[in-house]
């Protein structure tokens, strides 16, 4: 069955740049879009960007343009996202997320990474 | 980008019909996906998909979560709502080539 596996929880100080990591087993990696959404504490769901595994091609939101990367590993099929110059309002669980091509729902999400900024 | 509005909550009496709704969807889209889709998070968990494309039901679904749209609005019915079902509820669509999700909607059951 398809599984979505993260890495653990991250303590960043301001400034600072934080990796996360997002496992795909199961199926094809390189058939499915990976997503990253995250959720600050109390708040709603945040769409972060998009990579396709297969190409590498990504796209990102407006909000985190220039401070996100997103590659990918196919040979451990392994998805990443780096978020730099951190601050406090990236304090949240970032999750990854499953979908097909460009206009299809996200099918399965990974468990979530808090990450907390703090000095 | 675009914003979808969804009401901060809905309170409901268990038996009861919950209506949620999603506003402010693109009639248009370049990429021609205009079919919002619904999660339910629980607290603590991850999203669950409970309707994609506008009205289809993932396989584990029950029958009681449906979905319908009407011009720019999309509404999750929760027919004979249960108490498991409180939850928070997002939509979601495509915008180009790009995703937004509506605020998200807290279904308190009574």
């Known amino acids: 069955q398809v599984h979505l596996v993260q890495s653990g929880a991250e303590v960043k100080k301001p400034g600072a740049s934080v990796q996360v990591s997002c496992k795909a087993s199961?199926?094809?990696?390189?058939?499915?879009?990976i997503h990253w959404v995250r959720q600050a504490p109390g708040q709603g769901l945040e769409w972060m960007g998009w990579?396709?595994?297969?190409?590498?091609?990504?796209r990102d939101a407006q909000k985190v343009q220039g401070r996100v990367t997103m590659t990918r590993d196919t040979s451990i099929t392994t998805a990443y996202l780096e978020l730099t110059r951190l601050e406090s309002d990236d304090t949240a669980v970032y999750y990854c997320a499953r979908s097909g091509t460009a206009g299809t729902h996200f099918d399965y999400w990974g468990q979530g990474t808090l990450v907390t900024v703090s000095s | 980008s675009y914003d979808l509005t969804q009401p901060p909550s809905v309170s409901v009496s268990p038996g009861q019909t919950a209506r949620i709704t999603c506003s402010g969807l693109?009639?248009?889209?370049?990429?021609?996906?205009?079919?919002p889709s619904w999660y339910q998070q629980k607290p603590g968990q991850s999203p669950v998909v409970v309707i994609y494309?506008?009205?289809k039901r993932p396989s584990g679904i029950p029958e009681r979560f449906s979905g319908s749209k009407s011009g720019n609005t999309a509404t999750l019915t929760i027919s004979g709502t249960q108490a498991m079902d409180e939850a928070d509820y997002y939509c979601?669509?495509?915008?180009?080539?790009?995703?937004?999700f509506g605020g998200g909607t807290k279904l308190i059951v009574l």
């Open positions: 494309e506008e009205t």
């Open positions: 693109k009639l248009e889209s370049n990429l021609g996906y205009k079919f």
């Open positions: 979601q669509a495509w915008d180009g080539g790009t995703v937004v």
């Open positions: 990579i396709n595994p297969n190409s590498g091609g990504t």
């Open positions: 199961g199926y094809t990696f390189t058939d499915y879009y």
